[in-house]
């Protein structure tokens, strides 16, 4: 019975310490970019917007949450929303639908965020919709590039500048482990 005991309390803290250890090199990477939405002359036609490319500066960030990008095991997206930062006062009422989509040299673009049938009441915040597709591949690289895709349901008479606000879970182990 003792040994029975003693047995379930290692392995308790053996589960326990893992998890903490786990820990040390779980964090957060997030990224900010603003991008343009046009003036447009139409309505219900998509609008393809394309970020500059992104600086991950992941292997720096590795490092300081001590791992490497080979010790990287899984990168999720945790947070992506969009906020309309000009014109002043104005809101997302225009919008119909909005895509986002995720690109790297080499590999396939993936769709990693999306809000459809946006009400007129929506504001001028919008938390989206996001994909659980496991993104170490594209926020390993140097850089990424995200494609912003919208559909309007209002003209818009003056461009509309939106910041897109990502945050990105990051799971790895630690260096010599």
Request: proline residues 3%; charged residues 20%.
């Amino acid at each position: 019975m003792k040994t029975q005991l003693l047995t379930l309390t290692l392995l308790i803290l053996t589960i326990a310490g893992c998890k903490q250890i786990d820990k040390l090199t779980q964090f957060n990477m997030p990224y900010n970019q603003t991008v343009t939405i046009p003036a447009t002359v139409g309505i219900n036609l998509p609008i393809n917007i394309l970020t500059p490319e992104i600086e991950t500066n992941s292997a720096s960030t590795f490092a300081l949450n001590n791992t490497a990008k080979d010790l990287v095991e899984e990168i999720k997206l945790t947070h992506l929303a969009v906020n309309q930062t000009s014109p002043a006062g104005d809101d997302f009422s225009y919008l119909k639908t909005v895509r986002i989509y995720i690109s790297a040299d080499g590999l396939a673009e993936q769709e990693i965020a999306w809000k459809e049938n946006i009400p007129d009441t929506a504001g001028s915040f919008l938390l989206l919709d996001l994909s659980t597709t496991d993104l170490k591949e594209f926020i390993k690289k140097d850089k990424f590039t995200l494609r912003v895709n919208t559909i309007t349901d209002e003209l818009l008479t003056s461009d509309h500048q939106i910041e897109v606000q990502s945050v990105f879970f990051v799971d790895a182990k630690i260096l010599g482990q």
